[in-house]
DNA sequence: GAAAATTCAGAACACGTTTTCCTGGACGAA
DNA sequence: TTCGTCCAGGAAAACGTGTTCTGAATTTTC
């Protein structure tokens, strides 16, 4: 609005207005070097008058650093990695650094692409993050790298995942201090990582407790619906089911409703992600395993800080979970 | 200044490989100059020997330009601006542009910091988008800048924004095609400029058609339901529902079933945001209106990168919807 | 009062690339 | 032979900043 076209000031411009060099005028600006307090304040206030801002191109040629960390994220959708996303932004920006997205939808190609991108603007480090649990090929980067929620599959390098195993547990925990002695596990398919996990820990965490097998298809609410026939079919008398993921205990909250059973006299539900539109819309709202991904990108975010500061973490580190407790357990 | 990892080889490294000057090895990798066609060649096979990637630090102080723009969003959940920014981030890593993140929860005083960042880094342009269609304050910045979603206050800014009337009247347009004479609208607070636009559009493009007065509460499932008791008692012959969002047309379908009333058969129903786990989980399936934001998020981009090279676009730009039909008119 | 120490600020260079200008040689034409 | 043209490539400057080195002015010390 101001200046249409009129290229920013430079630092030069800043000394010549405040009569003195360039150099001069960058020690005052970034209180280094031995200057007179009369000086430096001459020379902010020459800064001030002409609204200089420095330009950090020059500055990142010159210390070697970009102060720029790339997202590289598999998921275009985003439903997991957007809060670690959001967390990694909040925790670099509190330090001057910013945040460039690489959405690479899954494709190689494209992957490959961004990687030479990012290197070619120098970026100080990636964080590497996918939508599912399974490990992941490491990327081949002479630069810090940490992976968020998919690790690497090479041991060795820093990975920040979510302890799902602890996780799932605490959902069964939950239910057998409630009294709940029959539990059921519904989740999504065999295939994925993190419904095997949950599925392993759930019967593990339940012992004695557990009714039957755990069940597998798809995550969804249909799945969720569908499942309940199967369940009660099998199992009448069960009193708890531990879901796989939000979706589809709402999916069960739904379909309990129209047999006529109560949650959570009858029948206790959890979930699993909170996610907000499915556990709090779901009648009753969901009691869930909150993975605390935001919490987990800022983690993310400041490992890689200590990577590139010099002091790297290596392996993987698994973040807790937090289990939020709602109406399909507690009742009103 | 420890370095542990080897710096990555300069162009200086090329050409006293290949055994010519700096300036002969960036005119052979940029083909531009005049150079023998073996010059050329053995640039290149030097280049690639060391796995030479430029600096894009260096090209960008020299051209002047970063290559980059800054994504100013309001939104941390994101709903909307997470496709709008991926359509963004695609359009514009087609052209060799990075997009870095900046997400101001809403906080004037984070956004001040974001924009004196980008401002900082030199950005070539800027995209401000925010989760709400009511017009925002202009960020004052010396950059071309482009609004997407919530266009600029000032009409001459470039907003490129969805044509919400449009939308709504295509929905209606679509109920009556299919011979519904009694059409109902349930919508989201009417403090909202998207529920006010699409209201009156609804109102507009149903003329006679149009039963009572818009119903506006909130944007949940919850509304829905209740809307339909609220509305069944004041219109028992309603027999389509035109619905502001797909949470509030999901909850109108769930308690329109269990009050026994078929959709489509008794009462068909309309939707808005093709928000697909909504739209999608409904039974049945919703006809909803889809803003195609991705396509925005690309048009903002182009709209972004025509400023940048100097022609810009002045003014709000409206992008068309697209209606999706589904069960939830059409029956199976 | 002279020598040493201290304070302050400027000159020069580095960071990595692109670009403009220039040089030296080959070649053709007068 | 001499002049002009064209080609291939090099030297140097520019982009904007930070840092190190150096030198002068001032103060302190003996």
Chains 1, 2 share one sequence.
Request: overall charge negative; proline content about 6%.
């Amino acid at each position: 609005m101001a200046s249409p076209l009129r290229s920013q000031p430079r630092i030069t411009d800043v000394a010549a207005l405040a009569g003195v060099s360039t150099s001069t005028a960058s020690k005052a600006l970034n209180d280094t070097g031995q200057l007179r307090e009369e000086t430096r304040e001459r020379v902010r206030r020459a800064a001030e008058q002409l609204g200089f801002t420095p330009d950090s191109r020059g500055r990142a040629l010159s210390s070697g650093r970009s102060f720029t960390v790339g997202l590289i994220t598999t998921d275009s959708s985003g439903r997991f990695s957007i809060p670690i996303m959001l967390g990694a932004e909040d925790a670099l920006s509190a330090g001057e650094m910013a945040l460039v997205l690489c959405d690479t939808r899954d494709d190689p190609l494209r992957e490959q692409h961004y990687l030479k991108s990012l290197v070619s603007r120098r970026v100080d480090g990636i964080i590497v993050t996918g939508r599912r649990t399974e490990p992941r090929a490491p990327i081949d980067v002479p630069i810090p790298v940490v992976y968020a929620f998919s690790p690497s599959t090479d041991p060795d390098d820093t990975s920040v995942i979510v302890d799902d195993h602890g996780g799932a547990a605490s959902a069964v925990r939950h239910l057998q201090s409630l009294g709940r002695s029959k539990i059921a596990h519904v989740t999504g398919p065999d295939s994925h990582h993190s419904a095997q996990v949950r599925a392993a820990a759930t019967v593990e965490a339940a012992g004695d407790a557990f009714a039957g097998e755990p069940l597998h298809g798809e995550w969804s609410e249909r799945w969720g619906r569908h499942a309940v026939d199967v369940l009660l079919r099998a199992h009448p008398a069960v009193d708890a089911i531990a879901c796989g993921s939000d979706q589809i205990a709402r999916g069960v909250c739904d379909r309990l409703r129209e047999l006529g059973r109560s949650v959570p006299d009858d029948i206790a539900v959890t979930g699993y992600d909170n996610w907000s539109v499915m556990a709090l819309a779901s009648r009753p709202p969901l009691t869930t395993v909150d993975m605390e991904l935001e919490e987990l990108g800022r983690r993310t975010a400041n490992l890689l800080l200590d990577a590139i500061a010099g002091s790297a973490h290596h392996g993987p580190m698994e973040l807790p979970t937090r289990l939020i407790t709602r109406e399909s357990t507690l009742g009103t």
